[in-house]
């Protein structure tokens, strides 16, 4: 019997047409009970419609890790590896995950003092806060009113392991309070009313198809090199108030400081990736970590009105490499493009990280305790770029 998927229940800011086909609820089904066919077409229906939401669900931190293995059975180290996250201490990740004893894959996220919880007696969570990495900050007498982006992402170690291709969050303790409101105080006087802690997605596709042709041409000829440990490189660096970037200040750590690294780790990445059941391509960068951008030539029968860097290029300056992903990114974070989840306790959400780019929202009191626990797992292979066939199409 095929399983029962409903749309999402949409907040008044999204514009409908664009979220036909994003996100569905699961009906009826507990993502750790689910019968060989069920999981087949919960696989599918993952990459159809890019996040996936079973509500009211009870599930262990075994049950998460091997629902989230099930969409690859060879992956078995978290997205950053195991305990990675402890041990690398300068890296910015460091201070939001806690690693659960019984299920290193699983971490534990959140805000405020949690005991008893999965073998920790007592741990102190925090709620990533934008005032933490951004450059500026909403004003402190609208501290707990006005919020951002914290940092628009894929969960993926950008250097050595591979992106996973889900992730799973599951919402056991969701913080009570009013609504919030997500400024992007770029000039644009866009902004979001939000629920309180929500997690805010926007579709790479959708990123992908309202860029103006020449700048769909640009993407499909260009791949993004990421700085070695990017999460330590842009450490002491601070991002834009939209949460999409890092402020060009020159500000990153040094190569030469950066804990030992490979060249043949470092991640080269298409800017686009292929969707493995709809063909489609999703735009996938992030772009804190993103580096140099490497573009190709046009291919010889190509138009060349109006197209940028025919002749292909290779950009190393930070700023313009920030510049061009900015001008190709943000549109995609306008307020009716946003999907941000009004979390209910006991909310399971299993989203495409190969398709969307996400982020943590708002600003938590110590006392508003929210307890998630997070799981994803490094592939075993690299997201796959656009065939010569879209090259063509677009280029
Ligand atoms: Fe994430």
Same mark, same amino acid.
């Given at each position: 019997m095929?399983?029962?998927?409903?749309?999402?229940?949409?907040p008044?800011?999204?514009?409908?047409?664009?979220?036909?086909?994003?996100?569905?609820?699961?009906?009826?089904l507990?993502?750790?009970?689910?019968?060989?066919?069920?999981?087949? $077409?919960?696989?599918?229906?993952?990459?159809?419609?890019?996040?996936?939401?079973?509500?009211?669900?009870?599930?262990?931190?075994?049950?998460?890790?091997?629902?989230?293995?099930?969409? $690859?059975?060879?992956?078995?180290?978290?997205?950053?590896?195991?305990?990675?996250?402890?041990?690398?201490?300068?890296?910015?990740?460091? @201070?939001?995950?806690?690693?659960?004893?019984?299920?290193?894959?699983?971490?534990?996220?959140?805000?405020?003092?949690?005991?008893?919880?999965?073998?920790?007696?007592?741990?102190?969570?925090?709620?990533a806060?934008?005032?933490?990495?951004?450059k500026? #900050?909403?004003?402190?007498?609208?501290?707990?009113?006005?919020?951002?982006?914290?940092?628009?992402?894929?969960?993926?170690?950008?250097?050595?392991?591979?992106?996973?291709?889900?992730?799973?969050?599951?919402?056991?303790?969701?913080?009570?309070?009013?609504?919030?409101?997500?400024?992007?105080?770029?000039?644009?006087?866009?902004?979001?009313?939000?629920?309180?802690?929500?997690?805010?997605?926007?579709?790479?596709?959708?990123?992908?198809?309202?860029?103006?042709?020449?700048?769909?041409?640009?993407?499909v000829?260009?791949?993004?090199?990421?700085?070695?440990?990017?999460?330590v490189?842009m450490?002491?660096?601070?991002?834009?108030?939209?949460?999409?970037?890092?402020?060009?200040?020159?500000?990153?750590?040094?190569?030469?400081e950066?804990?030992?690294?490979?060249?043949?780790?470092?991640?080269?990445?298409?800017?686009?990736?292929?969707?493995?059941?709809?063909?489609?391509? #999703?735009?996938?960068?992030?772009?804190?970590?993103?580096?140099?951008?490497?573009?190709?030539?046009?291919?010889?029968?190509?138009?060349?009105?109006?197209?940028?860097?025919?002749?292909?290029?290779?950009?190393?300056?930070?700023?313009?490499?920030?510049?061009?992903?900015?001008?190709?990114?943000r @549109?995609?974070?306008?307020?009716?493009?946003?999907? @941000?989840?009004?979390?209910?306790?006991?909310?399971?959400?299993?989203?495409?990280?190969?398709?969307?780019?996400?982020?943590?929202?708002?600003?938590?009191?110590?006392?508003?305790?929210?307890?998630?626990h997070?799981c994803?797992?490094?592939?075993?292979?690299?997201?796959?770029?656009?065939?010569?066939?879209?090259v063509?199409?677009?280029?």
């Amino acid at each position: 019997m095929a399983i029962e998927l409903a749309p999402l229940p949409l907040p008044t800011s999204t514009d409908p047409s664009k979220f036909s086909n994003f996100g569905r609820e699961v009906k009826g089904l507990h993502p750790g009970k689910l019968t060989p066919e069920q999981l087949k $077409e919960v696989q599918e229906a993952l990459y159809k419609h890019d996040a996936l939401l079973f509500r009211n669900v009870i599930v262990t931190p075994e049950e998460q890790y091997a629902f989230t293995k099930s969409f $690859e059975l060879q992956s078995e180290s978290y997205g950053h590896g195991n305990n990675k996250t402890e041990s690398t201490k300068t890296s910015i990740l460091h @201070p939001y995950l806690k690693t659960i004893p019984r299920v290193p894959q699983v971490q534990l996220i959140g805000n405020g003092t949690v005991y008893n919880h999965e073998g920790f007696a007592e741990v102190k969570l925090k709620h990533a806060s934008h005032t933490s990495f951004h450059k500026t #900050h909403v004003p402190i007498e609208d501290e707990f009113k006005a919020t951002r982006f914290y940092r628009w992402h894929i969960d993926a170690a950008l250097y050595d392991l591979n992106p996973p291709k889900v992730t799973t969050l599951y919402g056991l303790k969701v913080p009570m309070g009013d609504p919030q409101t997500c400024r992007y105080d770029d000039g644009t006087g866009d902004e979001l009313k939000v629920s309180l802690g929500t997690t805010a997605f926007i579709s790479g596709q959708t990123m992908f198809e309202l860029l103006p042709k020449e700048y769909k041409s640009l993407a499909v000829r260009a791949k993004v090199r990421y700085a070695p440990h990017p999460y330590v490189w842009m450490a002491p660096a601070r991002a834009m108030s939209t949460g999409l970037g890092i402020e060009s200040e020159g500000l990153e750590l040094p190569l030469e400081e950066l804990p030992p690294w490979e060249e043949d780790k470092v991640k080269l990445y298409p800017v686009l990736w292929k969707n493995p059941v709809t063909g489609n391509l #999703h735009f996938q960068v992030h772009p804190c970590g993103a580096k140099e951008l490497i573009i190709d030539p046009l291919p010889e029968d190509a138009d060349q009105e109006d197209v940028l860097y025919p002749d292909g290029a290779h950009i190393t300056d930070l700023k313009e490499v920030r510049d061009i992903l900015y001008k190709m990114q943000r @549109p995609a974070i306008a307020p009716q493009l946003v999907y @941000p989840h009004d979390w209910q306790e006991n909310d399971f959400i299993l989203f495409h990280n190969r398709g969307v780019l996400h982020t943590v929202v708002g600003a938590l009191r110590p006392d508003q305790i929210r307890v998630f626990h997070q799981c994803n797992l490094a592939a075993s292979d690299e997201p796959t770029g656009p065939t010569a066939e879209d090259v063509k199409k677009y280029a």
